[in-house]
């Protein structure tokens, strides 16, 4: 729910009046809706007489009838009844609280009501909703407040009789208003109530007048109509659900593509229909969405506990990366393996989704670990792809292109479909542009990478252009703009680079040089005549150096948050150095990971799992765990209590997390078998060194080239695809993504005018989010 100041509320009722009739219940409301327009406290209580309000061209008109018999009430609302240019945009009566008598009072309702539905005995209130006017003009019975003490009395009575009018179709009843005063004892709380009544009643009248121009509802989703999705959405979801799992059903039957064409088909259905799956829950009313609740510990200590528990539960050991001979013994696992990343990966993006749902930014202590885990998946993607280059050497384009698309496939294509920003999902830009300095860093000159002075040397001029560049006076929105003018494309060039790349401008430097001094003592601890002194020296010293890091990575972990602890106060004091501290945790918490076999060669399964697919769990919460972009919460719709989430909302959580969980495996398995297929080219790959093992990548991406190049699939291609060959789909990966980019310029051209706004791929965020 949309809480609503003034500017809102001139925008829905400009020239228009809001009337309330009855008894103090009524009058409170009113006050509540005085302060809104007003902007302060007009400090007046209840009174036993008529009010008016006006500001500017918005009347607010209050009419003491604690019995509802007076003629101008009636007036009003047949007037409603009739459609009348003078009738109220919105008029609230009730009584019960002054006027105990329940035949009088039951029977002034009726008389109203009937006035109100022109003569017929059924409310038609919402019969004609539409999206410019949503449900129209308002004619609403607030029910008498129950007893504080819970005593029967005439209020109820009353109340009994209203239900079952409103069950029949004859009254439209405010019962929300009981949620919204339940916890009301003390004059402050009534006065929450009041306003917390205001806001729905001005939810319920306004939210569509006020969205129904804009190009998107992120949060007043309540009593508004969805817009109809364009073209492009409707081609969209036409495809995951309808023509691709048509064409699959045929294809299994008459065998009509070559397996690896088959794999690319119903991997791009599922993607589709997961994709379609989000626009249900996030773009209809078929799903509810509810409004995030401030921050209560309780429920976020809870989730974390929670998360914790399953974490140490699913706690096995590693498989070994090479199949154990039998009754030999396992080996060890490596420094930082696939399962640690994963599990690294995993708990991280745990904490990043209770940490959105909790809005739990308020809590000093657990917004620096949520800065920590970003900094740490940044640490992991210099890591592991600087990994892969100095261990595999392949800094061909189909690398980058396989990246790309493997980054970004997800979160463009809802970019499209939900109407929304790629910057919605900033860690996947993020990625990308920290990925493109990585390799640019390791390609120049990559035949000279094997000299550690001339890597060291390519790194601090890379970091030295990075902060040359962001901190470069219109640099950035300068180069931004060139897109802008070509491709009709909105991207918030200080929002991302004045703030995410700044933040943690340093830190994808620390995972390279991380990566290469991994590299280096491998090669070093792995060889028997070690060359050169330092080499020799640090093969002999080793096990003494290992004792120093881990008491070192003890001392400093320990001492980082001692610091925090003294010297941190505001979230603006750990900005400050964040840029340059985050490195200290992250590194111990490394090393003292992987400090000892006994604690490298296990870890948690549930975690990695979750790792697995961090990517898609943090694009895909904006749509299915939460929903309004983020700014709500999801929900079946199925039960109803009294919204917190221990009273009322895990009954929803457990059956959206494990649609959620689903949907981030299933599409992201897709992703990696369309990345594999967009990049698998005709001509076969060169031979895969047989010495690089499979633990070098620990970015976002998972080990792409192989599965192992889909080319080398042994069933027999299908006839008639030879017969009817596309020949439009290039062979080459360079065509293909050449080809792909255009088809982006082509729809987002068409998006800008559908919307005359860019909405499509890049855009501004609507708000500024840490996480």
Request: hydrophobic share 45%.
């Amino acid at each position: 729910m949309e809480g609503y100041d003034a500017q809102k509320v001139h925008a829905c009722a400009s020239g228009r009046k809001i009337v309330f009739a009855g008894d103090a219940q009524n009058q409170g409301v009113y006050w509540a809706m005085v302060r809104t327009l007003k902007g302060e406290d007009p400090g007046s209580g209840p009174v036993e007489q008529d009010l008016h309000f006006s500001d500017h061209d918005v009347e607010l008109q209050y009419l003491w009838d604690p019995s509802l018999n007076r003629s101008d009430v009636h007036k009003l609302a047949e007037a409603y009844g009739h459609g009348s240019n003078d009738a109220p945009t919105l008029m609230v009566i009730g009584a019960g609280v002054s006027h105990s008598d329940v035949e009088d009072v039951v029977t002034a309702v009726d008389h109203l009501a009937l006035a109100a539905n022109g003569g017929r005995t059924s409310t038609r209130a919402g019969s004609n909703f539409t999206i410019s006017q949503g449900p129209g003009n308002l004619f609403l019975v607030a029910p008498p407040p129950k007893p504080v003490d819970g005593t029967v009395d005439a209020t109820q009575a009353i109340s009994t009789q209203l239900r079952q009018r409103s069950d029949k179709g004859m009254l439209d009843v405010l019962w929300s208003f009981d949620d919204a005063r339940h916890a009301s004892s003390g004059s402050d709380d009534l006065g929450r109530a009041y306003r917390r009544q205001a806001d729905m009643l001005l939810n319920l009248r306004c939210n569509a007048r006020i969205t129904s121009g804009r190009t998107w509802t992120n949060v007043r989703t309540c009593c508004s109509v969805w817009r109809r999705p364009n073209w492009i959405q409707s081609s969209l979801i036409s495809l995951g659900l309808a023509v691709l799992p048509i064409l699959v059903i045929l294809d299994w039957k008459l065998s009509v593509l070559a397996a690896k064409h088959q794999t690319a088909l119903r991997a791009t259905c599922v993607f589709l229909a997961i994709l379609s799956l989000q626009y249900v829950t996030d773009r209809t009313h078929v799903f509810e969405q509810a409004a995030r609740l401030p921050l209560q510990l309780p429920n976020l200590l809870t989730m974390i506990c929670l998360i914790v528990l399953i974490g140490i539960v699913s706690v096995r050991r590693s498989t070994p990366a090479k199949r154990v001979t039998v009754g030999g013994k396992e080996p060890d696992q490596p420094f930082l393996p696939r399962d640690q990343s994963d599990e690294w990966k995993g708990w991280m993006q745990a904490l990043i989704i209770v940490y959105h749902y909790n809005m739990a930014w308020t809590a000093l202590w657990f917004w620096e670990i949520i800065r920590l885990a970003v900094a740490g998946y940044l640490f992991l993607t210099g890591f592991g792809h600087t990994v892969y280059f100095l261990q595999k050497q392949d800094y061909s384009f189909k690398r980058v292109v396989a990246v790309m698309i493997r980054t970004n496939l997800l979160p463009v294509a809802l970019a499209y479909l939900m109407r929304t920003r790629w910057l919605l999902y900033y860690y996947m830009p993020l990625s990308s542009f920290w990925f493109l300095v990585v390799y640019a860093t390791m390609a120049v000159g990559s035949s000279y990478n094997k000299y550690i002075p001339f890597l060291l040397g390519k790194i601090v001029a890379s970091a030295a252009l990075v902060r040359a560049f962001i901190n470069t006076k219109d640099l950035p929105e300068t180069l931004v703009r060139l897109f802008t003018l070509t491709c009709k494309m909105n991207f918030d060039a200080k929002e991302f680079f004045g703030h995410r790349v700044r933040i943690d401008e340093f830190i994808v430097y620390v995972g390279m040089l991380v990566a290469i001094l991994y590299v280096w003592s491998k090669d070093v601890l792995a060889s028997d005549n070690p060359c050169g002194r330092l080499a020799g020296l640090y093969r002999r010293y080793f096990p003494y150096l290992k004792l120093a890091a881990v008491a070192s990575a003890a001392t400093a972990f320990a001492g980082f948050w001692y610091a925090v602890h003294i010297k941190i106060k505001r979230d603006s004091d750990w900005t400050a150095w964040q840029p340059y501290d985050t490195f200290i945790p992250i590194l111990a918490f490394l090393v003292l990971r992987n400090a000892y076999p006994q604690v490298r060669n296990y870890h948690s399964a549930a975690f990695a799992w979750l790792g697995r697919y961090s990517g898609e769990m943090y694009v895909m919460q904006d749509h299915i765990w939460l929903a309004g972009d983020q700014e709500a919460v999801l929900r079946t719709g199925l039960f109803h209590g009294n919204d917190t989430v221990f009273g009322d909302r895990w009954r929803d959580l457990l059956i959206i997390t494990p649609l959620y969980l689903i949907a981030c495996c299933i599409i992201g398995d897709a992703t990696q078998s369309i990345t594999v297929w967009f990049t698998a080219e005709s001509k076969p790959a060169a031979a895969r060194p047989a010495d690089v093992p499979d633990e070098v990548e620990m970015g976002l991406l998972d080990d792409v080239d192989g599965q192992r190049n889909m080319n080398e699939k042994s069933a027999p291609p299908a006839r008639l695809w030879n017969r009817f060959r596309l020949s439009f789909w290039p062979n080459k990966v360079r065509d293909r993504a050449l080809l792909l980019l255009a088809v982006l310029w082509f729809l987002n051209m068409v998006s800008v005018a559908i919307s005359h706004t860019s909405v499509s791929l890049l855009g501004p965020s609507s708000r500024d989010r840490w996480v």
